[in-house]
């Protein structure tokens, strides 16, 4: 009962500090433990008198509990629906897992390694205690502990530093100064050979710019310097240590020293910062509005805004809904039309946390003693060093393109934002007229005849399959009728799908018979037969083309289904070879080797 009570107490308060369960990081300890409660539960006999109502209020009766010392918890709507899906995975845990986890302990004589019970709970996502309840072993006292040494161990690789500016005078930042102003002037403080490019002078330092280079996700500004009268396309800004790098597209023709002092007239690609601008603005609308409609579990875990769209990692438990994907644009869009005052500026770390707690850093943790915040009025705050519009109006409309799982408890969402919107509803309106012109129709029709399409289609593929089965079953009749040992069969299929989903159903009478035969296709071959003695190898090196390498697969027990049961044949042979041959090799070589064309 102590580990009921202290297991969902721990549970209640890191879900409801923004962490999720799930395979990877601190949310696998999550898991683990809120797998633990739901094996003890069962092993005891408890759930049935407690079940999910049960086990939800005692996370309740923990705030009620709990709030006497840290003060009443906010509302979490998601917390119930977290707890529920996590029951409904272990619930089911999973066949496939278990015969994974049989695998493995025949493989190793039923005594598991520590390495193997990581293996098994890391890759295959088994609980400990599933483990143990399978394997009827221990779970070791150090593993746990071996677990967290192990996630302390893995460290990002640095990355190595190509230029070393430590010696010269910080870069000037502009860009937040007058964000919407694209021409400047500055001075050339020294000029850098780029070691990815031949050791070429094209890396301008400046005493002062207002590029943005890459950084905080977002993608660094382009633009132009004129240098010595001439005009040089910048093509990437980078910022190393406190020193912004301006990468020209082609290098300076001169001596680096006579560069160095002189004036240059610089220019933004004004087009491109407003893009890059209202996508970073929309992620924070985005990510605004995930939180609204999802619940407050949802958290940043990444983001990148570049010119053709930008996306959004949150933490979330489940794969976005249509309808979730629908209501989040939704919100997104209310919030732009509200027009909501964007305030940006530097404030004290210790001031900026007291007044707007750890939610600043969705980016990540921000070194130093001074952020810069960004403060959209009633909708979000963050430490974020990006360029961002001054209203939310300015957004323009946001359409969320797609979402996609990560990985276990990350969503990512893909969206574009103001003129890029446009581009992308100019290209599904320019879609959908010329569907109506192909189906001479209305648009009000579009749904109604693509679903008759969609089921004619699936209606004559369907019929098509039927007919193939029967094809290939006359096919089989006269292998294993015929006087022939060895049939060769001409095929016009384009994959062997058909021959993979039919041929076991004769594997056995082939065998009975010892008879066997080749479909030989334009890309690939499949064969079948009732005894294993056929040289695939040979085959694939005598048709395999100059330059192309096949793809052999064989196996030599085939599983067949026989009503309810699972019937296994062996000792018999099925192949396949992909790629790209010459058939009449082909042809050749299986008459050679006795086989009748059908």
Not at 377 to 387: H, I, Y
Not at 574 to 584: A, D, E, M, P
Request: contains cysteine.
């Amino acid at each position: 009962m102590y580990i009921i009570l202290d297991h969902t107490r721990t549970v209640m308060m890191v879900v409801t500090d923004g962490s999720l369960p799930s395979n990877v990081g601190g949310g696998s300890n999550i898991r683990n433990i809120i797998r633990r409660v739901f094996a003890v539960l069962k092993k005891n006999n408890w759930w049935d008198k407690l079940g999910m109502d049960g086990l939800l209020q005692l996370f309740q009766e923990h705030k009620n509990d709990l709030a006497k010392l840290y003060g009443p918890f906010g509302e979490y709507k998601s917390f119930d629906q977290i707890i529920k899906q996590e029951y409904e995975r272990w619930a089911k845990t999973d066949d496939d897992k278990k015969v994974k986890l049989e695998k493995l302990l025949k493989q190793k004589n039923n005594q598991l390694s520590i390495d193997d019970w990581i293996f098994a709970m890391s890759t295959h996502g088994i609980p400990a205690d599933t483990i143990s309840q399978i394997s009827k072993l221990p779970i070791p006292g150090n593993l746990y502990a071996e677990l967290a040494d192990r996630a302390a161990r893995i460290t990002k690789a640095p990355e190595a530093i190509l230029y070393n500016t430590v010696h010269l005078p910080e870069t000037t930042n502009l860009y937040y100064q007058t964000p919407k102003d694209g021409k400047f002037q500055a001075k050339i403080v020294t000029i850098f050979n780029n070691v990815q490019q031949q050791n070429l002078p094209n890396i301008v330092i400046l005493n002062q710019s207002a590029f943005y280079p890459f950084g905080g996700g977002q993608d660094y500004d382009k633009g132009w310097l004129t240098i010595s009268g001439e005009r040089y396309s910048v093509i990437n800004v980078q910022k190393v240590g406190k020193v912004v790098l301006h990468i020209l597209e082609k290098p300076l023709p001169n001596a680096v020293d006579t560069y160095v002092g002189q004036e240059v007239q610089a220019e933004i690609d004004l087009d491109r910062r407003t893009i890059l601008r209202n996508h970073h603005t929309a992620t924070h609308i985005v990510f605004a509005a995930c939180r609204r409609v999802l619940g407050p579990h949802v958290w940043q875990n990444g983001a990148h805004k570049s010119v053709n769209n930008a996306h959004l990692d949150i933490t979330h438990f489940a794969p976005l809904t249509k309808e979730q994907e629908q209501a989040i644009e939704n919100e997104v869009n209310k919030i732009i039309l509200s027009a909501k005052q964007i305030n940006k500026g530097f404030m004290n770390k210790a001031d900026a946390e007291k007044e707007y707690g750890f939610r600043l850093y969705q980016g990540g943790i921000v070194p130093g003693n001074e952020l810069r915040v960004v403060n959209i009025d009633g909708v979000d705050v963050e430490a974020c060093c990006g360029t961002h519009c001054d209203s939310t109006s300015e957004v323009g409309w946001v359409r969320i393109l797609k979402t996609q799982k990560l990985q276990d408890g990350v969503v990512r969402l893909y969206y574009v934002a103001g003129v890029k919107t446009i581009e992308v509803l100019n290209s599904e309106g320019e879609m959908i007229n010329q569907l109506v012109k192909l189906w001479s129709i209305s648009k009000n029709q579009l749904v109604e005849e693509g679903s008759k399409i969609f089921q004619e289609k699936k209606h004559f593929e369907s019929a098509y399959n039927q007919i193939k089965a029967e094809l290939i079953k006359s096919q089989m009749k006269y292998v294993i009728d015929g006087p022939n040992q060895r049939t060769m069969i001409n095929s016009n299929e384009p994959n062997p799908t058909a021959y993979f989903s039919e041929i076991g159903k004769y594997i056995q009478q082939l065998k009975d018979s010892k008879k066997g035969l080749v479909f030989v296709a334009e890309t690939f071959i499949y064969g079948a037969f009732g005894e294993s003695n056929f040289n695939v190898e040979e085959l694939s090196k005598q048709i395999e083309e100059e330059g192309s390498q096949l793809k052999v697969n064989k196996q030599n027990k085939i599983s067949v289904k026989d009503g309810k049961k699972t019937i296994q044949v062996n000792d018999v042979l099925t192949f396949s070879i992909l790629g790209k041959f010459n058939k009449n090799k082909a042809s050749k070589y299986l008459k050679e080797q006795g086989f009748a064309q059908f």
